[in-house]
T-cell receptor, first 112, second 114 residues
Framework: KQEVTQIPAALSVPEGENLVLNCSFT??????LQWFRQDPGKGLTSLLL?????REQTSGRLNASLDKSSGRSTLYIAASQPGDSATYLCAALSGGYNKLIFGAGTRLAVHP | EAGVTQSPTHLIKTRGQQATLRCSPI?????VYWYQQALGLGLQFLLW???????NRGNFPPRFSGRQFPNYSSELNVNALELEDSALYLC?????????????FGPGTRLTVL
């Protein structure tokens, strides 16, 4: 049974710092891994999707890596801004049936 | 291009009643997914519909059901509501029912059961 864990649960940093959010999964047989952003009380915004055959994906200041063998993914945020404050969720798609298994999220606060 | 839309935004019901939540996928998307985000439990997969058929369901009781219409929109029904059904219900859609497709999420419906 796939389980997804995110560390840390919460993070507070000053503006401008480079950040690393961690995601681990127990079953390496994944189709893809996806990172989302969720603002309070809102839906999810897809940030990056890494297929199982890929090692990383980049979008602007965001870079996500995937290491299937170790069951880990990291989301790197460069030069953080207050507008980056949100909860970041990772989700693994595995075992067929298109069921995303989500981690509990990392709540990020970037203060000016 | 319009994103995934959900209605209503908020829904307040009492125990024992039925709730109906609606989702319209992105134009051209044939797969619709439902997830529940309850306080303290995180996001959990509920149902997946593709081409009008239920393809998979999560570990939820049968009082959670739904359907997908010919225009690919979907409805989630929750019967005999219980207090613990209070949650944010998120709908997502993808282009096809392929594991490689990104799932795009709607803004959610906040269901409160009193």
């Amino acid at each position: 049974k796939q389980e997804v864990t995110q560390i840390p649960a919460a993070l507070s940093v000053p503006e401008g710092e480079n950040l690393v959010l961690n995601c681990s999964f127990t079953d390496s047989a994944i189709y893809n891994l996806q990172w989302f952003r969720q603002d309070p009380g809102k839906g999810l915004t897809s940030l990056l999707l890494i297929q199982s055959s890929q090692r990383e994906q980049t979008s602007g200041r965001l870079n996500a890596s995937l290491d299937k063998s170790s069951g880990r993914s990291t989301l790197y945020i460069a030069a953080s801004q207050p507008g980056d404050s949100a909860t970041y969720l990772c989700a693994a798609l595995s075992g067929g049936y298109n069921k995303l298994i989500f981690g509990a999220g990392t709540r990020l606060a970037v203060h000016p | 291009e319009a994103g995934v839309t959900q209605s209503p935004t908020h829904l307040i019901k009492t125990r024992g009643q039925q709730a109906t939540l609606r989702c319209s996928p992105i134009s051209g998307h044939t797969s619709v997914y439902w997830y529940q985000q309850a306080l303290g439990l995180g996001l959990q997969f509920l149902l997946w519909y593709d081409e009008g058929e239920e393809r998979n369901r999560g570990n939820f009781p049968p009082r959670f059901s739904g359907r997908q219409f010919p225009n690919y929109s979907s409805e989630l029904n929750v019967n005999a509501l219980e207090l613990e059904d209070s949650a944010l219900y998120l709908c997502a859609s993808s282009r096809e029912g392929l594991a490689t497709d990104t799932q795009y999420f709607g803004p959610g419906t906040r269901l409160t059961v009193l």
